[in-house]
């Protein structure tokens, strides 16, 4: 059973920092592309980053220059650092994972980040 477990998520001032984590588990990591997305209340899902399975990273226009996406296929897991938060930022940021052979997609739960002063 393929699991996605994101964590790191809270409350930050604007200006502030937060890095999250997604932890997966029950497939072939290295197999899949895996990114990360956000939704805003009232706003559709979309993209922040995404790294691919050879490490080709794809960045939201917006985030570009504040958010950065990395890897670590030994353990699993994908982060996302999040630097100078603005209030607009705030959402549920979900982890993704695409598989590079098939058309497998997974979600997980989402984390919540709300910037607020």
């Known amino acids: 059973q393929v699991r996605l477990v994101e964590s790191g998520g809270g409350l930050v001032q604007p200006g502030g920092s937060l890095r999250l984590s997604c932890a997966a588990s029950?497939?072939?990591?290295?197999?899949?592309?895996m990114g990360w997305y956000r939704q805003a209340p009232g706003k559709q899902r979309e993209l922040v980053a995404t790294?691919?399975?050879?490490?080709?990273?794809d960045t939201g226009d917006s985030m570009k220059g504040r958010f950065t996406i990395s890897r670590d296929n030994a353990q699993n897991t994908v982060s996302l650092q999040l630097n100078s938060l603005k209030p607009e930022d705030t959402a549920v940021y979900y982890c993704?994972?695409?598989?590079?052979?098939?058309?497998?997609?997974?979600w997980g739960q989402g984390t919540q980040v709300t910037v607020s002063s």
């Open positions: 790294i691919s399975s050879g490490g080709v990273i």
């Open positions: 029950g497939l072939i990591f290295r197999l899949y592309n």
């Open positions: 993704n994972a695409e598989s590079i052979v098939g058309r497998a997609m997974y």
